[in-house]
């Protein structure tokens, strides 16, 4: 069962512009986190939220974590091509180590 | 600084072999999982070990078996692969702790005909 529902799946943009990937569930979180996915590769942690309302920065991403911790945010400004990738959030709940993730958002950032 | 290392990283089986995926890391991780990947469907938990000497069935264990050697390597069997087992296999480890970081091999593409 996927706990935690992302949109879009699907992703296609002009370099340069800007997008929300968004992350929910009707279950609380301890703490949510995303992942990066190039082809190829396995996922790499971008960023781990943990405190609801939370916003941290990466560059050119944002992220944000849900009042109630049961969501998530990832915006990114002025997308480039290195920025095509799979991008998963997964979330953690009751003091529970394994990650549960999403679907994924798989994004395509044309020049 | 090889992190966690899978093989083989890629496979092809006829229905009803059977074969095993090798995972290590070399991190002192307690905790370590094995996941499939299927397209649209994200990361989902077939088993994971705790600590060494521990196993636990994940979301979809189903036609697997696993084995923690030692800290360091856990194994995934697949007793008689079928077609619906075609996917991407990822090994990861991580800190038995709750924010902490998942990292992952690079993945073994498993084609069962």
């Known amino acids: 069962t996927q706990l935690l529902e992302q949109s879009p799946q699907f992703l296609s943009i002009q370099e340069g512009e800007n997008l929300t990937v968004y992350c929910n569930s009707s279950?609380?979180?301890?703490?949510l986190q995303w992942y990066r996915q190039e082809p190829g590769e396995g996922p790499v942690l971008l960023v781990t939220?943990?405190?609801?309302?939370e916003v941290k920065k990466l560059k050119r991403l944002t992220f944000q974590f849900g009042d109630a911790r049961k969501d998530s945010s990832l915006h990114i400004t002025a997308a480039q091509p290195g920025d095509t990738g799979l991008y998963l959030c997964?979330?953690?709940?009751?003091?529970?180590?394994?990650?549960?993730f999403g679907r994924g958002t798989s994004l395509i950032v044309h020049p | 600084n090889a992190g966690v290392t899978q093989t083989p990283k890629f496979q092809v089986l006829k229905t009803g072999q059977s074969m095993t995926l090798q995972c290590a890391q070399d991190?002192?991780?307690?905790?370590m999982y094995w996941y499939r990947q299927d397209p649209g469907m994200g990361l989902r938990l077939i088993y994971y070990?705790?600590?060494?000497?521990?196993?636990d069935k994940g979301e979809v264990p189903n036609g697997y078996n696993v084995s923690r050697l030692n800290k360091r390597e856990f194994s995934l069997r697949l007793e008689s692969a079928a077609p619906s087992q075609t996917s991407v296999y990822f090994c990861?480890?991580?800190?038995?702790?709750?924010?902490?970081?998942?990292?992952f091999g690079q993945g073994t593409r498993l084609t069962v005909v």
């Open positions: 070990s705790a600590s060494e000497g521990t196993t």
């Open positions: 990861a480890s991580s800190k038995r702790t709750a924010n902490t970081e998942a990292f």
């Open positions: 939220v943990v405190t609801g309302g």
């Open positions: 279950s609380v979180f301890s703490s």
């Open positions: 991190m002192n991780h307690n905790s």
């Open positions: 997964a979330g953690k709940s009751g003091g529970s180590y394994i990650p549960t």
